[in-house]
C-alpha cells in the first residue's frame, strides 16, 4: 500500500478529490439532459474533437497554459457541433452517420496534429498526450482549481435552468407555444456540455469523457422516475466515479485516469441495472412474475 | 371582437407549399373546429399560427395584437404523440408546466400555483394520479393531463391538435365539457379534428381546409355537402356517408 500512502500525503491530494469530484457531479446533471435530450453520441463528437484544438494551439503558440489550450478545444467542439447540424439540415445524411463522420475527422486531424508535435517540438513537450486518456496525477494545483471551481460554476448553472431545461426538453412545441425562449434554453444546454467536457479533458481524455456524461445518467434513471431525483443520484454516481479513478490512477502509477473512471462509471451501470428500484432487472422480473 | 386573426400565412415545406394564403378571423368566444383531409395542413395551420413553424408570409392578431406579444394569454395542448411520455415526470409536474412562463424564469412553483395545478387535475378527473409517472397513464389518462395543463395556463385563446385522437368515450365527453366550459367563460377555441359525424355537435364555427381555405363560418352554412366535396376531392363513398349523417342529427 507504498502508493496508497505517498498518495494521500500529496500536498494536491484535496485538490485533486475536490476537482475530481465536482467534475463527476457536474457531468452526471448535465448529461441527465443530454441524455434525455437523446443528445449523448453529440456530446462523445464534442469530447474528441477537443483533441484538434489543444493540438492548434499549442503549434500556433507554442506554450502550454491550459486556459489558452482549452479554449481551442471549446471553440473545435463547437465546430464540430455545428457542422452535425448542417450535415443533418443540408443533406441526406442521418444524424448516427453525420456524428460517426464528424468523430472519426476531428479526432483524426487531433491524433496527426500530436504526432507532429511530438516529432518537431524539443524536449519533452508537455505531455498533451494525457489530453486522450487523461492524468489526474499530472495536473498541478492551477490545472485542478480550474477543474473544481468551472464544475462548481456550471452544477449552479444546471440548477439555475432545471425547470426550463426540463419543458424545453419534454415538450419543446408546448414551451414555445407559451411564449419561451427554447432556442435559447438549448444554447445554454449546448455550452453546459461544450463547458463540462472542456474543463474534464485534461482529467478524463477526450476519448471516455462522454461517458462520464452518459453513463451516470442512465444508471439514475434505473432507480427513480423523478427528474429531480434523477440528475442528483447522476451527479453522486459522476461523483464516485471521478473520484474512484482519480484515487486509483494516482495511486498506481501510469493507470490512465478516464478508463478506470469508467469502469467504475460502468460497474455501477451494473449493479443499477439488476438491482434499480425502479427499472431495474429484478423488479421488473418481480413484476411480471 | 376578433380573438384571433390570421392574414394570408403560407408555408412551404420541403419547398411545396403546406398552405396557400390562409385568412380566416374567429369571433371571441366560439369554438372552431379546423377539418380537412390527411395531408391538408391542419396542424402545420395551428403550429405556424403560435410560431413553432417558419412562415413564408402572414400574420397572426390575437385581440388585435401580435400573437408575439399575446402569449400568455394562449394555451396550447399539443398532440399527444408529440412527447415522449417515458421522460421522468409525474402527471402533477406536466400541469404545473402549464404555469412556468406565470412563475418565471429560474423560480420554482410555489404552494399557491401547486394547489391550482391539483385543482386542474381534478376538474379532469385525475385528482389520485397526480403522483404518477406519466407513462404509466392510459392515453386517454394521458390527454386527460394535458387538458389539466391547458386549463393550469389560463389562457384567452386555446388550440387543441386532435384531442380526441386515440382516447376512450368518456375523455372524450369531458374534452367536450370542458371546451363548453371554456365557451362558456367567453374562452375561445380551436380544434384540429378529423371524426366528421361529430362536426355538427362540437363546434359552432368550422373551417374547412385543403392547404388553402375552402370555407369558413358558422357550422350550419359552412359544412354542407359541396363543400366537403371540394375540400376532400375524390373520396366520394367516405364523403356520401358522412354527411347523411350529419342531416340525420340535425
Known amino acids: 500500500m507504498d502508493a496508497f500512502s505517498s498518495f494521500f500525503s500529496s500536498a494536491n491530494l484535496q485538490w485533486v478529490l475536490a476537482g475530481s469530484l465536482l467534475l463527476g457531479f457536474a457531468s452526471g446533471v448535465i448529461g441527465s439532459f443530454v441524455l434525455l435530450k437523446r443528445q449523448s453520441l453529440i456530446s462523445d463528437a464534442m469530447a474528441h474533437a477537443a483533441l484538434p484544438g489543444v493540438c492548434i494551439i499549442y503549434i500556433l503558440f507554442q506554450v502550454k497554459s491550459v486556459p489558452f489550450l482549452l479554449a481551442g478545444a471549446a471553440v473545435t467542439s463547437l465546430i464540430a457541433t455545428q457542422s452535425i447540424q448542417t450535415i443533418v439540415n443540408k443533406s441526406r445524411i442521418k444524424t448516427d452517420a453525420a456524428i460517426g463522420i464528424i468523430i472519426s475527422v476531428f479526432f483524426g486531424l487531433g491524433i496527426v496534429l500530436l504526432t507532429y508535435i511530438q516529432q518537431n517540438s524539443s524536449g519533452n513537450q508537455a505531455g498533451l498526450d494525457s489530453f486522450i486518456f487523461g492524468q489526474a496525477a499530472s495536473l498541478v494545483r492551477s490545472d485542478v482549481q480550474l477543474i473544481a471551481i468551472g464544475a462548481l460554476v456550471l452544477i449552479i448553472l444546471t440548477a439555475l435552468f432545471f425547470k426550463e431545461f426540463k419543458i424545453s426538453i419534454f415538450d419543446p412545441q408546448f414551451a414555445k407555444g407559451i411564449g419561451l425562449p427554447v432556442t435559447f434554453f438549448n444554447g445554454v444546454l449546448l455550452f453546459l456540455v461544450v463547458a463540462v467536457v472542456v474543463i474534464g479533458i485534461q482529467m478524463v481524455g477526450v476519448v471516455l469523457i462522454a461517458a462520464l456524461l452518459i453513463t451516470p445518467p442512465i444508471s439514475a434513471r434505473y432507480w427513480t422516475d423523478r427528474l429531480g431525483w434523477m440528475t442528483i443520484l447522476a451527479g453522486i454516481f459522476g461523483a464516485i466515479a471521478g473520484v474512484s479513478g482519480a484515487v486509483l490512477s494516482t495511486a498506481f502509477n501510469n493507470l490512465p485516469t478516464g478508463p478506470v473512471i469508467v469502469l467504475s462509471a460502468s460497474l455501477i451501470f451494473f449493479i443499477s441495472l439488476f438491482l434499480g428500484s425502479k427499472k431495474g432487472l429484478i423488479i421488473k422480473g418481480v413484476k411480471h412474475a | ?250
Open chain 2, 1 to 250: 371582437m376578433y380573438a384571433l386573426s390570421v392574414k394570408d400565412i403560407s408555408v412551404t415545406y420541403d419547398k411545396q407549399l403546406a398552405l396557400e394564403d390562409v385568412s380566416f378571423a374567429v369571433p371571441e368566444g366560439s369554438i372552431t373546429g379546423i377539418i380537412g383531409p390527411n395531408g391538408a395542413g391542419k396542424s402545420t395551420l395551428i403550429k405556424s399560427i403560435l410560431q413553432l413553424l417558419p412562415t413564408l408570409s402572414g400574420n397572426v392578431e390575437v385581440f388585435h395584437k401580435p400573437i408575439k406579444s399575446q402569449k400568455k394569454i394562449i394555451g396550447y395542448v399539443p398532440q399527444r404523440s408529440e412527447v415522449d411520455w417515458d421522460f421522468p415526470t409525474n402527471a402533477l409536474d406536466v400541469v404545473l408546466m402549464g404555469r412556468y412562463n406565470h412563475i418565471g424564469l429560474f423560480k420554482r412553483a410555489n404552494k399557491k400555483e401547486v394547489t391550482w395545478a391539483k385543482t386542474c387535475l381534478e376538474k379532469v378527473g385525475m385528482q389520485d394520479y397526480a403522483t404518477r409517472q406519466i407513462s404509466q397513464l392510459s392515453g386517454g389518462q394521458q390527454q386527460r393531463v394535458f387538458l389539466a395543463r391547458a386549463m393550469a395556463q389560463d389562457a384567452k385563446v386555446y388550440f387543441m391538435d386532435e384531442p380526441f385522437a386515440g382516447v376512450d368515450a368518456s375523455t372524450e365527453k369531458a374534452i367536450i365539457q370542458l371546451m363548453k366550459e371554456w365557451k362558456a367563460e367567453g374562452k375561445t377555441v380551436l380544434v384540429v379534428h378529423h371524426d366528421l359525424q361529430t362536426v355538427n355537435d362540437y363546434f359552432d364555427h368550422v373551417l374547412l381546409l385543403n392547404k388553402s381555405p375552402i370555407a369558413y363560418g358558422e357550422t350550419q352554412t359552412v359544412f354542407t355537402l359541396d363543400n366537403l366535396e371540394q375540400a376532400y376531392g375524390g373520396k366520394i363513398a367516405f364523403l356520401q356517408k358522412a354527411p347523411a349523417t350529419v342531416k340525420e342529427s340535425t
